[in-house]
């Protein structure tokens, strides 16, 4: 079936994070959210009547992982990304954030070292830092106009005894598909010094035409051995508040303490609309998605020639995966806080603020793409609004 993304569906009054609370968040009511990472898009179809179907069953007791669910995972990884997970490698979790935090606490013990690559989400600085892990921040630099790894860097950090690396693959919110090449050169160093890996691949299915997304697990039996791969169909099919993730682990060892972490923290059982969803969405939601990407990478590329027509200050990252751009506004001169009055107060869009993902971020906004065409259209001039009227007022 052929899907309409262009639709407006009204999501205020819903409990929506992102529509029903931009006042108590960002002190303006009408503002257009393009922030947080969910979509304003209704799921495929395949997953609402799924979900229908077992509204009428009724019964809603707890569940755990059905082989249905867990057979749905592990061919969608085997077709997509040539990658062979065995069904008993698949622990469900609540969420990719709430598994790094048990990652953390089970693998790494207080005041060891956990590296991560700024400017990154947010949460995986929280994550290290509220259990009292030390923070080895390795930067991410640029290099022709597009970020890449500073592995002289990693190297360093890892040399020092760090003992956990959490990668985001596709990064957010740069937008990088990390290549097989920056992959495998991360894997040697890691394994090389004894880092564990936490790869949170949440954002692996939403890959723009020209690249492709390889799960660090499926590079080599040795880093399959040493990797904890985290997945979902929260940002692939806007399901997060479903909160039903895939943590994936070859190594018995590794996925005996993670399931230990996990039931010791009461989290064993999966939300039975969450799995119904996975697993629906997993086998037939292929066709949506490829609709999805062709109107995201038309959104970006609407975005990047609107930004780059009317605001030729500020500059657009390579979107290679990823709905969320990443806009350098540093060329306007304003400070992360003026840059923030700026867009929250006299555009009224809300859009992540740079400074929130840490080291190197400051200057610069995130902005979710994934919404209708007529919805990016208004935020994109708003901004192009608010920026001119600054300009105006400084010259
Ligand atoms: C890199 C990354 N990891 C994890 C998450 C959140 O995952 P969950 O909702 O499953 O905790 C997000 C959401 O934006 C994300 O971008």
Redesign the pocket.
């Known amino acids: 079936m052929n899907y309409n993304f262009d639709e407006r569906i009204i999501r205020t009054g819903t409990g929506s994070v992102k529509w029903d609370h931009s006042e108590e968040l960002f002190g303006e009511k009408e503002m257009i959210p393009m922030w947080v990472?969910d979509m304003d898009f209704r799921a495929p179809q395949p997953v609402i009547d799924a979900l229908k179907e077992k509204v009428e069953h009724g019964i809603f007791g707890y569940s755990k992982g059905s082989q249905a669910y867990l057979e749905a995972v592990s061919s969608w990884m085997n077709e997509r990304f040539d990658w062979r997970v065995e069904t008993d490698w698949i622990t469900h979790s609540p969420?990719?954030?709430?598994a790094l935090n048990l990652i953390v606490q089970a693998f790494t013990k207080p005041g060891d070292g956990v590296i991560i690559q700024h400017p990154v989400?947010y949460p995986f600085t929280k994550v290290v830092e509220m259990n009292g892990r030390t923070l080895l921040s390795n930067p991410l630099k640029e290099e022709d106009g597009r970020y890449v790894m500073d592995f002289e860097d990693l190297e360093e950090k890892a040399r020092k005894g760090a003992k956990l690396i959490i990668l985001?693959s596709p990064h957010?919110p740069v937008g990088r598909v990390w290549s097989r090449e920056e992959l495998n050169r991360l894997g040697e160093i890691c394994l090389k010094h004894g880092v564990l890996i936490a790869a949170?691949e949440?954002?692996a299915d939403l890959i723009m035409p020209g690249h492709r997304h390889i799960p660090l697990a499926s590079l080599s039996e040795a880093l399959s051995e040493r990797t904890i791969t985290c997945t979902?169909p929260?940002?692939t099919f806007n399901l997060?508040g479903l909160q039903t993730?895939n943590i994936i682990i070859a190594n018995q060892e590794l996925r005996v303490k993670f399931r230990k972490a996990l039931e010791q923290n009461f989290m064993g059982s999966i939300n039975t609309f969450g799995m119904v969803a996975a697993e629906s969405a997993y086998r037939y939601g292929g066709d949506w998605l490829s609709q999805l990407i062709s109107y995201i990478y038309e959104n970006y590329t609407y975005a990047k020639d609107y930004i780059s027509r009317h605001m030729e200050d500020l500059k657009v990252y390579p979107l290679e995966g990823t709905y969320l751009l990443w806009i350098d506004c540093r060329k306007h001169g304003l400070s992360a806080k003026e840059l923030e009055r700026l867009v929250h107060k006299e555009a009224k869009v809300a859009f992540n603020q740079g400074y929130g993902f840490g080291e190197g971020g400051e200057g610069f906004i995130r902005m979710n793409i994934a919404c209708p065409r007529s919805t990016l259209i208004e935020g994109l001039e708003r901004l192009k609004k608010a920026f001119s009227g600054k300009k105006e007022s400084l010259s």
């Open positions: 990472a969420g990719v954030v709430p989400y985001s957010n949170d949440v954002h979902a929260s940002k997060a993730s």
